[in-house]
């Protein structure tokens, strides 16, 4: 029986993303705590895929939430420059 693997997992405070870099000879993950590292995440390719990459970015928006942020321009502008041509990034 093959045991399921957890692509992305919400903590509370921080959002982990399974690396996608390391497939598929390891199942490693990336920890983000905010908009900036999830921008990172999906720029340095951890993450991939259109509809993951949506799911990040709003995973990014909701920590940024959490911290009380009230301006969000600066996280929008992280994760919209993170993958310029990830049209998910745009809705």
């Not at 870099?21 to 990336?30: A, G, N, S, T």
């Not at 920890?31 to 949506?54: K, L, N």
């Amino acid at each position: 029986m093959v045991s399921a693997v957890e692509t992305l997992c919400w903590g509370g405070d921080h959002v982990m993303f399974i690396d996608q870099r390391k497939l598929p000879h390891r199942v490693e993950y990336v920890r983000c705590r905010d908009a900036a590292e999830v921008a990172d995440a999906i720029r340095s390719m951890v993450v991939r895929g259109a509809p993951a990459i949506g799911c990040a970015a709003a995973y990014g928006i909701a920590l940024e939430a959490l911290k009380g942020t009230r301006d969000f321009g600066a996280a929008f502008a992280a994760l919209r420059a993170s993958r310029p041509t990830a049209v998910n990034l745009y809705w």
